[in-house]
């Protein structure tokens, strides 16, 4: 196309897509008594999505929804924002035909999960029905369960030692730039030895490179933008990636048939050794013990390409930038660590109560995951408010985990300090905590995840003194919940 046609086509596109706004505003009052953000005349909240994106845009229905829930329009979109405790677990208690996290790939809608299914293909997260139930349990009895973890303990430590030693190579002391990327790297290097037997997973930077660019494309509002236009004018089929999202999609694949090939020279060379991770899920889901892998671990291998890495990343680096801030607390931490053998897996996984309550408190105050959302797809009630609201299909539903996590009317004054004590000996049932979804659609690897997340913590705090250089580091609201910046570390070796 040229540019002038471009420019028309983008002008043509925004007044009809104002025209849609503008019948969908003047039809009827969306959501009676409850409050609406009403964002520009005939553009609704587009103009603010466009320009600050979803979660500002949810940070402004939290606002103004003093009851717990709040709206918006956004061309013929209805964004409910559902921020109180008793709501969002009754909108995630929803069984899929009622509410799923993509809706219909057919109509216009917003869901970052519709993008994230052009770029992966399949997984658990678009998959709705009673079908799920034999997949979640695969992924459950491998990644949620202390002794399949337990079984993975090695690995894991081997892996952390090997990345916590790379940062200072032969010498002592290091000024490492960005943690992230070690604490990233160390999860893709764990990823691809636990999978296929391939710890060099990270090395070259495409999988973080790729990973970052799901991540990021999956949290922007113009993919779907221009996907709804698209969809408009028919020039795509309903869940078909466009053609730049076929391009990443290639890139996805070719990464894996890397894998693959590693696995299967790994299988060839140890035929009596116990079968990687992917391979036993692809067993357990109706594959052959060698071979091509069942659908269900082929589906993961895409997935693993978005999910899990970065996730288990951002809970070490959080986790250093709060210890650094709060050095009372480091002690204790340290005190802890020094009481244990932590290579030992009961030990470090159910004798640690302090390092337990650290991580607990870096999810609630720092969720990696800090919202989801939900479409509906058929009309429903909501009764856990005030008055009863109808929900009615094509709506979506914010559901915010940091404000639930984050808000003084729930933890109280020091909502956000990071104070790890207050998950000692249990925690009041009041105060909601999430980071890893509720109900029927909740996390399948809460417990592989925060493992891999202490032993590379732990791994880190017992090699080095670690000094965060900057004390301002914020928290930026993408897909995931980032830093703002760079988290630049002085490391010493401890003698
Ligand atoms: C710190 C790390 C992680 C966090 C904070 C996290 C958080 C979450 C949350 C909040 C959900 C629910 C989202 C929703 O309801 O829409 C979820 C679902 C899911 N997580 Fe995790 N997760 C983490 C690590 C992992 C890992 C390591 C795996 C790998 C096995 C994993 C696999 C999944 C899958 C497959 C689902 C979808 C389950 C379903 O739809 O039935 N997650 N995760
Ligand atoms: C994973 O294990 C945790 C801790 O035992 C549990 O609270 C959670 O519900 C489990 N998740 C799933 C999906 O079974």
């Keep these: 196309m040229t540019p002038s046609i471009y420019v028309s086509a983008v002008v043509g596109l925004l007044m009809i897509l104002g025209f849609v706004t503008f019948k969908s505003i003047s039809s009827s009052n969306v959501l009676p008594g409850v409050p609406e953000f009403k964002g520009m005349p005939i553009f609704g909240a587009m103009p603010t999505y466009l320009r600050e994106g979803m979660p500002a845009l949810l940070g402004k229905l939290i606002a103004i929804g003093d009851d717990g829930i709040s709206y918006a329009n956004i061309v013929g979109n209805v964004l409910v924002s559902c921020h109180d405790p008793a709501m969002v677990r009754e909108v995630h208690a929803m069984p899929d035909e009622v509410a799923s996290r993509e809706g219909d790939p057919g109509r216009m809608s917003w869901s970052p999960f519709w993008t994230l299914r052009r770029l992966i293909g399949n997984s658990l997260f678009n998959q709705v029905g009673p079908q799920i139930n034999h997949p979640r349990n695969v992924f459950i009895r491998e990644f949620n369960n202390t002794k399949a973890n337990e079984a993975k303990f090695d690995t894991i430590k081997k892996i952390a030692t090997d990345h916590a030693n790379a940062l200072t190579g032969d010498g002592t002391t290091a000024d490492v730039d960005d943690i992230r990327y070690s604490a990233d790297n160390f999860a893709i290097a764990l990823w691809g030895e636990t999978l296929y037997g391939n710890p060099d997973h990270h090395k070259g930077g495409k999988v973080l490179a790729l990973s970052e660019k799901i991540i990021t494309l999956a949290g922007e509002p113009w993919p779907s933008v221009w996907y709804s236009i698209a969809l408009f004018f028919r020039l795509v089929t309903p869940g078909e990636p466009t053609r730049s999202e076929a391009k990443l999609r290639k890139g996805v694949s070719k990464v894996v048939e890397g894998n693959i090939q590693k696995l299967e020279a790994y299988e060839a060379a140890n035929p009596d050794a116990p079968l990687k991770v992917i391979r036993s899920l692809s067993v357990a889901t109706g594959g052959a013990k060698s071979g091509p892998l069942s659908v269900f ?18 809970n070490v680096v959080w986790s250093l930038i709060e210890l650094d801030k709060h050095p009372e607390r480091r002690a204790k931490l340290m005190a802890e660590i020094n009481s244990v053998d932590i290579n030992d897996f009961t030990q470090l996984n159910s004798k640690m109560p302090y390092l337990d309550a650290c991580i607990m408190e870096i999810n609630r105050l720092h969720p990696t995951v800090h919202a989801t959302l939900r479409v509906i797809n058929k009309e429903t ?26 808000s003084k ?20 049932k009041h105060q909601p905590f999430m980071s890893f979804g509720y109900g029927p659609r909740n996390c399948v690897g809460y417990k592989f995840a925060t493992l891999a997340a202490k032993v590379y913590l732990v791994t880190l705090l017992s090699t080095y003194q670690l000094d965060v250089r900057d004390h301002d580091h914020e928290m930026k609201l993408g897909t995931l919940l980032e830093t703002t910046k760079p988290v630049a570390v002085k490391v010493t070796r401890r003698s």
Excluded: C, Q
Excluded at 387 to 406: E, F
Excluded at 411 to 426: I, N, S, T
């Design 297 to 314: 671990a082929s589906e993961f291998t895409n997935l693993n390409l978005f999910g899990g890495h970065h996730s288990i990343g951002l």
């Design 381 to 406: 009630t909501l009764t856990s408010g005030k008055t009863p609201i109808k929900l009615t299909p094509g709506m979506l539903i914010y559901l915010s985990y940091l404000h639930l996590h984050t």
């Design 409 to 428: 009317e729930f933890w109280g004054p020091d909502a956000d300090v990071f104070v790890p004590e207050r998950f000692l000996g249990g925690r009041s």
